[in-house]
Structure formats: structure tokens, C-alpha cells
């Protein structure tokens, strides 16, 4: 499954697009940007697959990094400090990973 299968390419194109800067990563504005906010709780359980590159059922700090790059190949990848805040603040339980629940409310609150 394809990323644009659940969301659109120009949205999500629009949201990659607008934190192309190094430092510029914000989580909230770009799940609204991207409009995985108006999404069913299936459609944001596909997006968290698709980001689960290991199929761990986890999305670890690895996976974060390039947590862009899961929406299009042109998405750059986070630094350690954009890496680090949103494993903080999808990381619920302190396992140093964001599960599948984890990653829902993360939508949620964006």
C-alpha cells in the first residue's frame, strides 16, 4: 500500500514541502497538513503500517528519522533533535517507541 492510497499527493507534497528546512519539523501542522487529521482511525492505522518499515508494530527512533521520506521519497529526513522531540511526544509509555495507539492519539492531539 501507497502512502497516496490513504491521503492526497498534492497534500501531502504541499506538507513535505513547507518543512523542507533543516530544524523546521512540526508534527502537529504537518498530520493537519497532510489531512491525516480528517482520516478514519483505519486510514490512520494504514499510515502507521506504512511508516512501520520493520513491520515491528512499533515505530522506533530509526524509523522516525525518515518518517518524511514514508510520505514521499522527496521528504528529507529529521534531524536528531525533530527525531528525538516526536518520539517524546508520541511515546507514551517510555518504551522508546510508538505503537500503533501511541501513534493515533499523536494524530489526535495534532
Known sequence: MA????LNAE???????AFSAAESFNYKKFFEMVGLKKKSPEDVKKVFHILDKDRSGFIEEE?????LKGFTP????????????????G?????????AE???TLVAES
Do not use: H, W
Not at 524509523?63 to 518518517?67: A, G, N, R, S, Y
Open 3 to 6: 502512502m497516496t492510497d490513504v
Open 11 to 17: 497534500d501531502i507534497k504541499k506538507a513535505v514541502g
Open 63 to 67: 524509523e522516525l528519522k525518515f518518517v
Open 74 to 89: 522527496e521528504g528529507r529526513d529529521l534531524s536528531d533533535k525533530e527525531t528525538k522531540a516526536l518520539l517524546a511526544a
Open 91 to 99: 511515546d507514551k509509555d517510555g518504551d522508546g517507541k510508538i505503537g
Open 102 to 104: 501511541e501513534f493515533a
